[in-house]
């Protein structure tokens, strides 16, 4: 597992931790399920499952994902929004997205 992320998303990032010192420090990715766009991902301070998940350190992160997210979805990519928090990319993201079925394929839902 690989993990990319601006200086900007990393220094947000162990600001969190930082100020959540009383919950685990590592910085699970993980599917938050499907929207009109897709499969959409999402951070989560959390620990580490030993023999489920995948890991990776980047700059005193451990970030954490599972082991079949990581087979299905592969690399992580990661961007800050400021004020917005941050958006969350794989590297093997499927194309397009499905609508919903009560509006037409809008996104209105």
């Known amino acids: 597992m690989k993990v990319f992320a601006p200086e900007s998303a990393i220094h947000a990032l162990k600001?969190?931790?930082?100020?959540?010192?009383?919950?685990p420090n590592s910085v699970r990715v993980y599917f938050?399920?499907?929207?009109?766009?897709?499969?959409?991902?999402?951070?989560?301070?959390?620990?580490?499952?030993?023999?489920?998940?995948?890991?990776?350190d980047l700059e005193g992160i451990h970030f954490i994902m599972d082991q079949d997210e990581f087979l299905t979805y592969g690399n992580v990519i990661i961007q800050e929004v400021p004020n917005q928090g941050f958006v969350v990319l794989v590297e093997n993201m499927?194309?397009?997205?499905?609508?919903?079925?009560?509006?037409?394929?809008?996104?209105g839902c």
Request: proline share 4%; with cysteine; net charge negative.
């Open 32 to 56: 938050a399920g499907f929207g009109c766009s897709g499969p959409s991902f999402a951070l989560a301070l959390d620990k580490e499952v030993e023999g489920k998940d995948v890991s990776c």
């Open 15 to 23: 600001e969190i931790i930082a100020e959540n010192q009383d919950k």
């Open 94 to 107: 499927p194309s397009g997205g499905g609508g919903c079925s009560g509006c037409s394929g809008g996104c």
